[in-house]
């Protein structure tokens, strides 16, 4: 099928449209911050826009983060966006990562950096409106990139193929999804492509000194964006050589000078105001101002590797690393916004881009005579073909093949240097400077394949796989639909409809009321409008009673703000919050007014008294308006939720799930069933003539699974069961703790106890890490997020590893309810220069922000417990002999240990030096104590030394078979009569008293004779 020039123009048009608008609704729906790296990018933008140029110290880098080392040519594209989207409004978001109290409203739920809230909904104010106006800079660029993407394919493509594969481009969900967010592998994606689209007619002519020096310039541009495009300029040098064309003095002085014009302004702006001379020497000192400055794993990792910054280098086990891992992650995120894609997504592609690719290598061997005579569509070329070059596709194939392994290295690197999966498995770190080059190999292999009828038929199924994937598997994903924005700003916008500014003390005040439209037949919208004074810590539940004018009850609520979603340990001073509940109601006859009693309760605590609010007579004219009950046969529905959420979504912790019978059956006659059996009765019930109502509030033991309702009988029988009447999505929290095989009971503050841990492994190389479990239990609710301190100590009490965390890496303890136990698996880096030894790991726990407070012990006001022992490398110093024994011995103990010898000598103050040579004959199970007895002429005990080897440093169940232990002891025999005395010595367990047997003595010892 041939197009006409008009028509390809106007169907291109259309799709460049097309793109944008959804680019368009993609950065209107994307929450902010969940897209990589977006937040540290804006927080560059805003930086700029403010100051009008980067960073120009340290502290200044600290404060906008890991991206104020980066070139900063696409920040400053979109910093006057960000100026001219501003608007009077909120200047901040709520930062999971800054206070650790968010994490509390997040419990169970993901955010990349936000606790996203009404903040961010339409219409756009503040931080809000100049965050999307920056993603404008994006979509143009994206729009440019799809420009130079398609007139490149049209020198090797009909039109037709090459508007499929640009389509296909527009519609590739990873492209899509960063065209419409901050970041930029926009930018870098639009020069590349400027970059191939003036390189491409070099396959067919000779290049103009223009030419050359036009791409110096947009590749030193490139390389202001991004540092990936380091390689880039090889790309040139491999176009020659492909070639066989000379590259000679002039082009290379025109590219390498529009290069350099280009690079040097940010490499003199760094370099000034950074260098590091004075402190790293040459040349570190010149490398270390790109590389210092904001917490950033692969410069952080890079920083390591030339001993710059202080940063210790993770190890890497090539041959144990998860490479499967690591290649299906990257080539994911090439296509899908999310590395979690079902396979069933994933995998048609990748064997789709496999054939495409094996099709392209094939395509090498097949002569393209016909492209020889039949020039390409696009006419500004026509003229300048060049049949010697044009005569085979194979330059075109083999120079995009080797574009693609240009930016490869560098991901790989940064996977070796970090051992990071997540940083450094990005696709679109390829997918943007390579689009056109895999464009092209694209082309190449479904034309080798199917011709041209059936590569565009390929095409068009790719289009509609890519467009189908992204309404029903990547949109949901990308825009949080699971997860709605909560109902709650840093400012009130406008008064609510009713007036109150009722104080409820500790912090806590009542601002009004709003009345939602909305009817349900057993339920009454209302929204109570909330606002903290102070920072809360505890979590109030809310506890709302209707009645008539009568004081007749006529409806019941109880829950924490926004259903549980916002408690209010999570509320920050001056957070505006607007908690719909839906008031399950009783049916009545007409009422004239409505009475509210609003009540704050905290566990534990009585609260204060309830306010009683007189609602305006509307409002009694909806409830007297609410739809007639249903009464024909027995029925029960969940009520509506005012969380943003359906009620056939799940429920979580915190979450009050109210239901209506339409039986007037009493509160005990009804009880939710978990999945494995157990029985939940409401927590506020009411009956009335016609139906009933039930509140459940689900807490944090409840079971994640399906819930059924039962209806209960006088006798507590199930009368009728209503199956799967909800879904409880909890997360998975324990009761009670396994069996340890190294209990504690530890209380740390009556905070928390550490009932106990297992060590499964006790021996590690310096340089490598052992796995460590604790076991953790709550006893009481905490305000404070506490990190975990590791400091593996030698017998010196020398740190040569550990490392601080959170527990499990993410859980924090102010998320943990008391009684909950926490299990924490993890692995205990130990320094590479660790020397041979017995360490012991000393663990605590302190306030994430204030290291220097940890929590003490209960009982003994000490910071922290041992755990271990651990052997680390060989034995250590102390238990290596100096000398040979003065009088050498054979005695076996057992099965594992052997008397090599000993050597006595005397000591002023009456002291005796013992030095005993023992050989592990095999590794010991336990480790034992070892028993010097002197004994009389009479067999009396006179003296007793009873220790572990090597002063306890080495003990016995760390000695390997084969090794020499070296026991150097001084034993004090002032209290010792004049006399002959007979020294016996032995090996016992201490746990149990069992000595380890001696041959030929039943009594289990050996004798050294003495003269005192």
Same mark, same amino acid.
């Given at each position: 099928?041939?197009?006409?020039?008009?028509?390809?123009?106007?169907?291109?048009?259309?799709?460049?449209?097309?793109?944008?608008?959804?680019?368009?609704?993609?950065?209107?729906?994307?929450?902010?911050?969940?897209?990589?790296?977006?937040?540290?990018?804006?927080?560059?933008?805003?930086?700029?826009?403010?100051?009008?140029?980067?960073?120009?110290?340290?502290?200044?880098?600290?404060?906008?983060?890991?991206?104020?080392?980066?070139?900063?040519?696409?920040?400053?594209?979109?910093?006057?966006?960000?100026?001219?989207?501003?608007?009077?409004?909120?200047?901040?978001?709520?930062?999971?990562?800054?206070?650790?109290?968010?994490?509390?409203?997040?419990?169970?739920?993901?955010?990349?950096?936000?606790?996203?809230?009404?903040?961010?909904?339409?219409?756009?104010?503040?931080?809000?409106?100049?965050?999307?106006?920056?993603?404008?800079?994006?979509?143009?660029?994206?729009?440019?990139?799809?420009?130079?993407?398609?007139?490149?394919?049209?020198?090797?493509?009909?039109?037709?193929?090459?508007?499929?594969?640009?389509?296909?481009?527009?519609?590739?969900?990873?492209?899509?999804?960063?065209?419409?967010?901050?970041?930029?592998?926009?930018?870098?994606?639009?020069?590349?492509?400027?970059?191939?689209?003036?390189?491409?007619?070099?396959?067919?002519r000779e290049g103009t000194w223009q030419r050359y020096l036009a791409l110096g310039i947009v590749a030193g541009l490139a390389m202001t964006t991004k540092y990936s495009v380091l390689f880039l300029p090889f790309s040139l040098l491999w176009l020659h050589l492909l070639l066989k064309r000379p590259f000679r003095l002039l082009q290379g002085g025109l590219f390498a000078g529009g290069y350099l014009l280009?690079?040097?302004?940010?490499?003199?702006?760094?370099?000034?105001?950074?260098?590091?001379?004075?402190?790293?020497?040459?040349?570190?000192?010149?490398?270390?101002?790109?590389?210092?400055?904001?917490?950033?794993?692969?410069?952080?990792?890079?920083?390591?590797?030339?001993?710059?910054?202080?940063?210790?280098?993770?190890?890497?086990?090539?041959?144990?690393?998860?490479?499967?891992?690591?290649?299906?992650?990257?080539?994911?995120?090439?296509?899908?916004?999310?590395?979690?894609?079902?396979?069933?997504?994933?995998?048609?592609?990748?064997?789709?881009?496999?054939?495409?690719?094996?099709?392209?290598?094939?395509?090498?061997?097949?002569?393209?005579?016909?492209?020889?005579?039949?020039?390409?569509?696009?006419?500004?070329?026509?003229?300048?073909?060049?049949?010697?070059?044009?005569?085979?596709?194979?330059?075109?194939?083999?120079?995009?093949?080797?574009?693609?392994?240009?930016?490869?290295?560098?991901?790989?690197?940064?996977?070796?240097?970090?051992?990071?999966?997540?940083?450094?498995?990005?696709?679109?770190?390829?997918?943007?400077?390579?689009?056109?080059?895999?464009?092209?190999?694209?082309?190449?292999?479904?034309?080798?394949?199917?011709?041209?009828?059936?590569?565009?038929?390929?095409?068009?199924?790719?289009?509609? %796989?890519?467009?189908?994937?992204?309404?029903?598997?990547?949109?949901?994903?990308?825009?949080?639909?699971?997860?709605?924005?909560?109902?709650?700003?840093?400012?009130?916008?406008?008064?609510?409809?009713?007036?109150?500014?009722?104080?409820?003390?500790?912090?806590i005040r009542l601002l009004g009321l709003d009345f939602p439209d909305g009817a349900d037949p057993n339920a009454l919208p209302l929204t109570l409008v909330w606002q903290a004074q102070d920072v809360l810590d505890a979590d109030y539940t809310v506890q709302l009673q209707l009645s008539d004018e009568n004081d007749r009850l006529l409806g019941v609520w109880q829950g924490q703000p926004v259903n549980g979603?916002?408690?209010?340990?999570?509320?920050?001073?001056?957070?505006?919050?607007?908690?719909?509940?839906?008031?399950?109601?009783?049916?009545?006859?007409?009422?004239?007014?409505?009475?509210?009693?609003?009540?704050?309760?905290?566990?534990?605590?009585?609260?204060?008294?309830?306010?009683?609010?007189?609602?305006?007579?509307?409002?009694?004219?909806?409830?007297?308006?609410?739809?007639?009950?249903?009464?024909?046969?027995?029925?029960?529905?969940?009520?509506?939720?005012?969380?943003?959420?359906?009620?056939?979504?799940?429920?979580?912790?915190?979450?009050?799930?109210?239901?209506?019978?339409?039986?007037?059956?009493?509160?005990?006659?009804?009880?939710?069933?978990?999945?494995?059996?157990?029985?939940?009765?409401?927590?506020?019930?009411?009956?009335?003539?016609?139906?009933?109502?039930?509140?459940?509030?689900?807490?944090?033991?409840?079971?994640?699974?399906?819930?059924?309702?039962?209806?209960?009988?006088?006798?507590?029988?199930?009368?009728?069961?209503?199956?799967?009447?909800?879904?409880?999505?909890?997360?998975?929290?324990?009761?009670?703790?396994?069996?340890?095989?190294?209990?504690?009971?530890?209380?740390?503050?009556?905070?928390?106890?550490?009932?106990?841990?297992?060590?499964?492994?006790?021996?590690?190389?310096?340089?490598?890490?052992?796995?460590?479990?604790?076991?953790?239990?709550?006893?009481?609710?905490?305000?404070?997020?506490?990190?975990?301190?590791?400091?593996?100590?030698?017998? #010196?009490?020398?740190?040569?590893?550990?490392?601080?965390?959170?527990?499990?890496?993410?859980?924090?303890?102010?998320?943990?309810?008391?009684?909950?136990?926490?299990?924490?698996?993890?692995?205990?880096?130990?320094?590479?220069?660790?020397?041979?030894?017995?360490?012991?790991?000393?663990?605590?726990?302190?306030?994430?922000?204030?290291?220097?407070?940890?929590?003490?012990?209960?009982?003994?006001?000490?910071?922290?417990?041992?755990?271990?022992?651990?052997?680390?490398?060989?034995?250590?110093?102390?238990?290596?002999?100096?000398?040979?024994?003065?009088?050498?011995?054979?005695?076996? %103990?057992?099965?594992?240990?052997?008397?090599?010898?000993?050597?006595?000598?005397?000591?002023?103050?009456?002291?005796?030096?013992?030095?005993?040579?023992?050989?592990?004959?095999?590794?010991?199970?336990?480790?034992?104590?070892?028993?010097?007895?002197?004994?009389?002429?009479?067999?009396?005990?006179?003296?007793?030394?009873?220790?572990?080897?090597?002063?306890?440093?080495?003990?016995?169940?760390?000695?390997?078979?084969?090794?020499?232990?070296?026991?150097?002891?001084?034993?004090?025999?002032?209290?010792?009569?004049?006399?002959?005395?007979?020294?016996?010595?032995?090996?016992?367990?201490?746990?149990?008293?069992?000595?380890?047997?001696?041959?030929?003595?039943?009594?289990?010892?050996?004798?050294?004779?003495? #003269?005192?």
């Amino acid at each position: 099928m041939t197009l006409s020039p008009s028509l390809t123009k106007r169907i291109f048009l259309l799709l460049l449209l097309l793109f944008g608008l959804l680019a368009l609704i993609f950065s209107v729906n994307i929450p902010l911050g969940e897209s990589p790296d977006e937040y540290a990018h804006f927080k560059y933008v805003q930086f700029l826009a403010e100051h009008g140029r980067p960073p120009i110290n340290m502290a200044e880098r600290e404060t906008v983060g890991y991206r104020s080392k980066w070139p900063p040519l696409y920040q400053y594209l979109a910093a006057p966006l960000a100026r001219w989207g501003w608007s009077d409004g909120p200047d901040s978001l709520k930062d999971v990562s800054s206070n650790s109290r968010n994490a509390i409203a997040l419990d169970g739920l993901n955010a990349m950096v936000f606790l996203h809230t009404d903040d961010e909904s339409f219409p756009f104010r503040g931080i809000a409106r100049s965050w999307r106006a920056a993603r404008l800079a994006s979509i143009a660029l994206s729009l440019g990139t799809l420009i130079f993407l398609f007139l490149t394919l049209r020198y090797e493509f009909s039109a037709l193929i090459s508007l499929l594969i640009t389509a296909a481009a527009a519609l590739l969900p990873e492209f899509l999804f960063i065209s419409a967010v901050i970041n930029d592998d926009a930018l870098l994606g639009f020069l590349t492509a400027l970059f191939l689209w003036i390189l491409w007619p070099l396959f067919r002519r000779e290049g103009t000194w223009q030419r050359y020096l036009a791409l110096g310039i947009v590749a030193g541009l490139a390389m202001t964006t991004k540092y990936s495009v380091l390689f880039l300029p090889f790309s040139l040098l491999w176009l020659h050589l492909l070639l066989k064309r000379p590259f000679r003095l002039l082009q290379g002085g025109l590219f390498a000078g529009g290069y350099l014009l280009m690079v040097s302004g940010w490499v003199f702006f760094v370099l000034y105001h950074f260098e590091q001379i004075k402190t790293f020497g040459l040349p570190k000192g010149l490398i270390a101002p790109f590389l210092l400055g904001g917490v950033d794993p692969t410069t952080r990792a890079l920083a390591a590797a030339i001993k710059i910054g202080g940063y210790n280098a993770p190890t890497f086990n090539f041959f144990h690393a998860p490479w499967r891992e690591w290649l299906q992650t990257f080539f994911v995120t090439a296509l899908f916004p999310r590395a979690d894609m079902s396979v069933w997504l994933w995998i048609p592609l990748l064997v789709f881009f496999i054939a495409a690719l094996i099709g392209s290598l094939l395509s090498l061997r097949r002569s393209q005579k016909t492209a020889a005579n039949t020039p390409s569509a696009h006419s500004p070329t026509r003229k300048s073909v060049n049949p010697q070059i044009r005569k085979s596709a194979n330059p075109q194939i083999l120079f995009s093949l080797g574009y693609i392994l240009l930016f490869v290295p560098l991901p790989l690197y940064r996977f070796v240097i970090t051992s990071n999966i997540a940083e450094t498995a990005q696709g679109r770190h390829i997918l943007f400077p390579a689009l056109i080059p895999l464009a092209m190999l694209l082309g190449f292999g479904s034309r080798y394949w199917l011709k041209e009828r059936g590569a565009a038929a390929a095409l068009i199924a790719l289009i509609l %796989f890519f467009s189908v994937s992204m309404a029903f598997a990547v949109w949901p994903k990308i825009t949080l639909a699971d997860f709605p924005p909560l109902p709650m700003k840093t400012s009130l916008d406008s008064p609510p409809q009713l007036l109150l500014n009722n104080d409820f003390g500790n912090g806590i005040r009542l601002l009004g009321l709003d009345f939602p439209d909305g009817a349900d037949p057993n339920a009454l919208p209302l929204t109570l409008v909330w606002q903290a004074q102070d920072v809360l810590d505890a979590d109030y539940t809310v506890q709302l009673q209707l009645s008539d004018e009568n004081d007749r009850l006529l409806g019941v609520w109880q829950g924490q703000p926004v259903n549980g979603r916002y408690p209010t340990r999570a509320w920050d001073k001056g957070d505006v919050i607007y908690d719909t509940v839906w008031l399950p109601v009783l049916g009545s006859a007409a009422i004239k007014s409505l009475n509210l009693s609003v009540a704050l309760r905290a566990a534990g605590e009585d609260g204060g008294a309830a306010r009683v609010i007189s609602l305006p007579a509307s409002v009694a004219s909806k409830f007297n308006a609410l739809p007639p009950q249903v009464t024909a046969g027995f029925q029960t529905r969940l009520l509506p939720r005012g969380d943003g959420f359906d009620v056939r979504d799940p429920y979580r912790y915190r979450s009050a799930m109210a239901l209506n019978l339409n039986i007037p059956a009493s509160g005990d006659a009804v009880v939710l069933q978990a999945p494995d059996g157990q029985r939940y009765a409401p927590t506020l019930a009411l009956t009335g003539f016609t139906n009933a109502i039930a509140i459940f509030n689900v807490d944090w033991p409840w079971p994640a699974g399906d819930y059924d309702l039962l209806l209960l009988n006088e006798e507590g029988g199930v009368q009728k069961t209503i199956a799967k009447i909800a879904r409880v999505q909890n997360r998975r929290r324990l009761l009670a703790a396994p069996p340890l095989s190294h209990p504690l009971n530890a209380n740390f503050n009556n905070q928390f106890e550490l009932l106990g841990y297992e060590l499964p492994v006790n021996r590690v190389l310096p340089g490598e890490e052992f796995e460590v479990t604790l076991v953790w239990k709550a006893l009481t609710v905490n305000n404070t997020s506490y990190k975990i301190f590791n400091h593996l100590l030698n017998a #010196e009490g020398t740190q040569y590893g550990g490392q601080d965390r959170i527990p499990q890496g993410y859980y924090s303890a102010i998320l943990w309810n008391p009684g909950e136990v926490v299990i924490d698996r993890y692995a205990v880096p130990v320094a590479a220069n660790a020397p041979n030894g017995i360490y012991w790991l000393d663990l605590g726990l302190y306030p994430e922000d204030d290291p220097l407070a940890p929590l003490p012990l209960a009982d003994t006001g000490q910071t922290g417990v041992k755990l271990g022992p651990v052997k680390v490398g060989g034995q250590p110093a102390a238990s290596l002999s100096p000398a040979p024994p003065d009088v050498p011995r054979q005695e076996q %103990f057992g099965d594992s240990i052997a008397l090599k010898g000993y050597s006595l000598a005397r000591e002023a103050d009456k002291q005796l030096r013992l030095n005993l040579y023992w050989e592990a004959t095999a590794s010991p199970p336990l480790d034992y104590t070892l028993f010097i007895h002197l004994v009389d002429a009479s067999g009396a005990v006179a003296a007793q030394f009873d220790s572990p080897p090597v002063n306890g440093l080495y003990p016995t169940s760390f000695w390997d078979a084969g090794e020499q232990i070296f026991d150097s002891r001084r034993l004090d025999l002032s209290e010792l009569s004049p006399g002959e005395y007979t020294m016996r010595l032995g090996w016992y367990n201490s746990a149990s008293g069992q000595r380890l047997p001696v041959s030929g003595n039943p009594e289990n010892f050996v004798e050294i004779n003495l #003269e005192n």
